[in-house]
Nanobody, 125 residues
Framework: QVQLVESGGGLVQAGGSLRLSCAAS????????MGWFRQAPGKEREFVAV????????SYGDSVKGRFTISRDNAKNTVYLQMNSLKPEDTAVYYC??????????????????WGQGTQVTVSS
């Protein structure tokens, strides 16, 4: 069982930056792949980024490549999402999720077993 708690969301102007954090409970955090997804009002949940259990491999959605960076600190049971050059279209609730596959970089939300409650990111133009 893994419990996830996101933080770091807020209101930022276009072109600005935010760093989201996702703190996990449990002693098995380092065995999970960790992903970030987002969902805007009236839209489907969208894949943002994923990192494998070691943090050595990552994958990103096309809309955030080159602007967002996912990382993790297994000693702190935390995964991060650094978001730069934010755009109004990045406005959404951002969720972190854990997948027990560990070494697989799934981009499909149905593959993830555990989810946080989400944190709101609003980018003003």
């Amino acid at each position: 069982q893994v419990q996830l708690v996101e933080s770091g969301g807020g209101l930022v102007q276009a072109g600005g930056s935010l760093r989201l954090s996702c703190a996990a409970s449990g002693r098995t955090f380092s065995s999970y792949s960790m992903g970030w997804f987002r969902q805007a009002p009236g839209k489907e949940r969208e894949f943002v980024a994923v990192t494998d259990r070691s943090g050595g491999r990552t994958s990103y959605g096309d809309s955030v490549k080159g602007r967002f960076t996912i990382s993790r600190d297994n000693a702190k049971n935390t995964v991060y999402l650094q978001m730069n050059s934010l755009k109004p279209e990045d406005t959404a609730v951002y969720y972190c999720a854990a997948d027990a596959a560990g070494w697989v970089l799934y981009q499909v939300s149905s593959r993830y077993e555990y989810w946080g409650q989400g944190t709101q990111v609003t980018v003003s133009s």
